[in-house]
């Protein structure tokens, strides 16, 4: 069992984003000893940023201040939020270019579709929250319906709850099974759901069409994102494969 490591670790909060969607994996990754977690706002300072559901989170660092050598970059997901960090062009140019030196770039619900905007799911297998893992192509990607994928250094988790499996899973792979299944008894996680369901096929069709619908106007806007193209004439980051931007048609 590894049980001392120097992880630097970046974990993107914006206004809007899911909180369980970090608090899941920020308890496993945090719990690694010597690791560094670093909580980063794209605000302009380090006032609290509320979720979607209004808990807050006081952040530790602002996107310019966070280390330039990350070993893993991660965004939550979230609804409005996350369509506003995808089209923000100061968020994505800094996932391109920590992701350009990170060891693993990542993302846990619809913060895909933050990756995806940046150019970061090119060519690659990822999933995302039910209502919008289809559109992942939209971004060059192919979707997976898994609760998480992983395709080169790139980590992706499902929806909300499948941050837990995520978070569990990037312990592993840091520091081994063994320290992860620690963590994993510390957290006394182990699923025992009151009843079946937590995903379409097993949950009672007419509860699956009335959420389906619920989120129909957040789809319609997923459907209009793509990867932004570089500011300035800029080409992306090497780390993306290709030195000029090819927009999705």
């Known amino acids: 069992m590894k049980m001392h490591g120097d992880e630097q670790i970046a974990m993107l909060i914006y206004p809007g984003f899911t909180a369980l969607d970090l608090v899941g994996p920020y308890h496993f990754l945090s719990g690694m000893m010597g690791?560094?977690?670093?909580?980063?706002?794209?605000?302009?300072?380090?006032?609290?940023?509320?979720?979607?559901?209004?808990?807050?989170?006081?952040?530790?660092?602002?996107l310019e201040a966070c280390p330039q050598n990350l070993t893993l970059l991660f965004t939550p997901?979230?609804?409005?939020?996350t369509l506003a960090a995808a089209r923000d062009s100061r968020t994505?140019?800094?996932?391109r270019?920590?992701?350009?030196?990170?060891?693993?770039?990542?993302?846990?619900?619809?913060g895909a579709l933050i990756l995806g905007?940046?150019?970061?799911l090119a060519g690659k297998r990822a999933t995302s929250h039910w209502s919008v893992r289809a559109l992942l192509d939209?971004?060059?990607?192919?979707?997976?319906?898994?609760?998480?994928v992983q395709d080169g250094k790139v980590i992706t988790g499902a929806g909300v709850s499948a941050g837990l499996d995520f978070g569990l899973s990037l312990v592993s792979k840091l520091r081994g099974q063994p320290y992860a299944a620690a963590s994993m008894l510390t957290a006394e996680y182990h699923p025992?759901?009151?009843?079946?369901?937590?995903?379409?096929?097993?949950?009672?069709?007419?509860i699956g069409r009335a959420m389906t619908g619920l989120f129909d106007e957040f789809v319609a806007e997923v459907r209009k994102l793509r990867c932004q193209p570089p500011t300035g004439g800029m080409?992306?980051?090497?780390?993306?494969?290709?030195?000029?931007?090819?927009p999705t048609q």
């Open 35 to 62: 690791a560094k977690v670093h909580l980063v706002t794209n605000g302009s300072d380090l006032r609290p940023v509320a979720s979607d559901m209004g808990l807050a989170i006081v952040p530790t660092l602002t």
């Open 77 to 81: 997901g979230g609804t409005d939020g």
């Open 92 to 95: 994505i140019g800094f996932l």
């Open 97 to 110: 270019d920590r992701a350009s030196r990170a060891d693993y770039v990542t993302s846990v619900c619809t």
């Open 117 to 120: 905007a940046a150019g970061l």
């Open 138 to 148: 939209q971004f060059g990607a192919t979707p997976v319906d898994a609760r998480v």
């Open 192 to 206: 025992d759901p009151p009843f079946l369901g937590g995903t379409l096929a097993t949950t009672p069709p007419p």
């Open 235 to 246: 080409p992306l980051s090497p780390y993306l494969g290709s030195n000029r931007f090819e």
